[in-house]
């Protein structure tokens, strides 16, 4: 069994950075496709950013060049680094796991992630 771990979260003024970790545990080596979600209050998850099977990324339009995905390979401990952070980015964040490799660019279809995290708290203040 696969679980998810984030940590990191917290409360930050905007203009602040965070950078929130997803720790797995279980089947980890089989965790090459990887991703962050994030949920608002009242809104929809939305893909923020996914990482695949050769560290190829993508991201959502509204956190291009302020947000970064990465990844420890060793421990494939899965970060989201954040920075110029904004009331709008205020959201509950999920990392989530494939249970496939995803040679190409990874996907946000939240259906093709078999493994979810609790999901950790980030709060913007303007």
């Known amino acids: 069994q696969v679980q998810l771990v984030e940590s990191g979260g917290g409360s930050v003024q905007a203009g602040g950075s965070l950078r929130v970790s997803c720790v797995p545990s279980?089947?980890?080596?089989?965790?090459?496709?990887m991703a962050w979600f994030r949920q608002a209050p009242g809104k929809e998850r939305e893909g923020v950013a996914a990482?695949?099977?050769?560290?190829?990324?993508r991201y959502a339009d509204s956190v291009k060049g302020r947000f970064t995905i990465s990844r420890d390979n060793a421990k494939n401990i899965l970060y989201l680094q954040m920075n110029s952070l904004n009331p709008e980015d205020t959201a509950m964040y999920y990392c989530?796991?494939?249970?496939?490799?995803?040679?190409?660019?990874?996907?946000?279809?939240?259906?093709?992630?078999?493994?979810w995290g609790q999901g950790t708290q980030v709060t913007v203040s303007s």
């Open positions: 989530a796991a494939a249970s496939f490799n995803c040679p190409g660019t990874p996907e946000f279809n939240q259906n093709s992630y078999k493994y």
């Open positions: 279980g089947l980890t080596a089989r965790l090459r496709c």
């Open positions: 990482m695949g099977t050769y560290d190829n990324t």
